[in-house]
């Protein structure tokens, strides 16, 4: 079945520093979608993306949409304590598809 | 917030119980689903409705059962759940199925079935 690859699974960082995570495919997707999950909440649209090649921020955070559309990353830059959570890439490939999501990449940001 | 609300938000059943799990929107959207979110595991989709209509259900047992009386409210009904059924439950809606129609989620709900 489709799937999409998160990495990386876990990541711990100084507050302060940038963050890198990204999502691939083995097929092509139409729409990326990046979402944060604090613990005990549900996930939280953050970014999405439509177009291939298609960079688009919210404040500290950057998303692209890769130009093969079987990719996507995410940065977030000059972290801060409220960043820690789960990050999810999703992605719906076709009109009517159901949206695939990835495993999540957990932020830990060390004091 | 996103619009999404879900109720209970912690729920602590007995594998003979029969309870519901209730989620609402009001932002006219026309798609909802339900999943479920185990510890160290992915999103696994649940159920699907558009329009009102069931139009997926993923191989989930029979003592999960959907019910969607209108576009803006959703339920689960749980009876006779299981130990490895207590997970995080999220209900998300989206205005349509369409590549652009953003999906927006609840809060949750977290079951404990002892």
């Known amino acids: 079945g489709q799937q999409l690859n998160q990495s990386p699974q876990s990541m711990f960082i100084q507050e302060g520093e940038d963050v890198s995570m990204n999502c691939t495919s083995s097929?092509?997707?139409?729409?990326w979608l990046w979402y944060k999950q604090d613990p005990g909440e549900g996930p939280v649209l953050l970014i999405a993306?439509?177009?291939?090649?298609e960079l688009t921020s919210n404040g500290r955070l950057t998303a692209q949409f890769g130009i093969t559309r079987k990719d996507s990353f995410l940065n977030i830059s000059a972290s801060i304590p409220s960043d820690v959570g789960i990050y999810f890439c999703?992605?719906?490939?076709?009109?009517?598809?159901?949206?695939?999501f990835g495993k999540g990449t957990r932020l830990h940001i060390l004091p | 917030e996103t619009g999404v609300t879900q109720t209970p938000r912690h729920l602590v059943m007995g594998m003979t119980n029969k309870k519901s799990l209730k989620c609402e929107q009001h932002?006219?959207?026309?798609?909802m689903y339900w999943y479920k979110q185990s510890a160290k595991k992915p999103l696994e989709l649940m159920f699907v409705y558009s329009l009102e209509e069931r139009v997926e259900n993923n191989s989930v047992p029979s003592r999960f059962s959907p019910e969607c009386p209108n576009s803006s409210h959703l339920f689960l009904h749980l009876h006779t759940l299981q130990p490895e059924d207590s997970a995080l439950y999220l209900c998300?809606?989206?205005?349509?199925?369409?590549?652009?129609?953003?999906?927006?989620f609840g809060p949750g709900t977290r079951l404990t079935v002892l």
């Open positions: 999703a992605g719906q490939k076709d009109r009517d598809d159901k949206i695939i």
């Open positions: 993306l439509y177009k291939a090649g």
């Open positions: 097929s092509i997707f139409n729409t």
């Open positions: 998300a809606s989206r205005p349509g199925t369409g590549l652009d129609d953003e999906q927006f």
């Open positions: 932002l006219g959207h026309n798609a």
